[in-house]
């Protein structure tokens, strides 16, 4: 009788441990849903506002005849487009976007390479986009700006923000929402630094020093990783002792 107990006992354990491990997964997809949420949505954003770029380039391009380089970077763009809202679909993981902002990161420069080659102007500098807001569009000039209560920073900006900074107004920053207030993306915490990251690449660290990066917890989240695995060996202990308490519900047995 004892050795059907224990064996009673060991299945017990086995299917408590099983469904801690099928708890503890879906623990880890959604906190894995939540970190792409964010990113995503500033990524499809992003991809929307490309769009709205070709179809202003569209209109002004409306009865011009184009030339064999400019047919070639409006084609550009075209996939850029296309190839970005296949990718963003696609993204499952915050780093997938860095893949994403490549790619809009060109549909971009060949829409500003489109209008100077149209305009018989010089072709742009490859620059990365506006730091305030990357729908922006490329960057055309570096502009010093100091966050509330941080240090200043030389940022790539697009004309219009850099000459809202040189004239001591607010720039037209991209809002986010972080909790229940509405703040700019760079301002709202390691949830967005992959989206940071990817966009603005080696610069980022720069850019974001005492933002996105550490200033606003981004080094918390490795003790929210340590917590999660503390998390979820407390819940594997917790289904092996309730699977021993139910056994204590049915009267126990004699040894």
Do not use: N
């Amino acid at each position: 009788m004892t050795g059907v107990v224990v064996l009673i006992l060991l299945a017990a354990a086995v299917v408590a441990l099983v469904v801690a491990q099928r708890r503890s997964k879906e623990r880890e997809l959604e906190r894995r849903e939540a970190e792409l949420a964010p990113v995503r949505q500033l990524t499809f954003e992003d991809v929307t506002a490309l769009g709205e770029q070709l179809r202003e380039l569209d209109v002004d391009l409306v009865g011009r005849t184009l030339d064999a380089g400019q047919r070639s970077d409006y084609q550009r763009a075209l996939d850029a487009y296309e190839a970005a809202k296949t990718a963003a679909d696609a993204m499952t993981r915050p780093d997938d976007v860095r893949h994403v902002t490549q790619i809009l990161d060109d549909g971009r420069y060949a829409i500003a390479c489109v209008r100077a080659r149209v305009a018989g102007e010089p072709l742009p500098v490859r620059r990365p986009p506006c730091f305030f807001d990357p729908r922006h569009g490329t960057a055309v000039t570096d502009v010093l700006w100091a966050p509330p209560g941080g240090a200043p920073r030389d940022v790539p900006a697009c004309a219009l923000d850099a000459e809202r900074v040189t004239a001591g107004a607010d720039p037209d920053s991209r809002m986010v929402m972080a909790g229940a207030q509405r703040v700019p993306y760079y301002q709202a915490g390691p949830a967005y630094a992959p989206y940071a990251a990817g966009t603005f690449g080696g610069l980022g660290p720069v850019l974001f020093t005492g933002l996105l990066f550490g200033g606003l917890g981004g080094f918390d989240m490795v003790g929210d990783g340590f917590d999660a695995v503390g998390d979820g060996i407390g819940e594997i202990g917790d289904g092996i002792g309730d699977a021993f308490d139910g056994f204590g519900d049915l009267g126990g047995f004699d040894f």
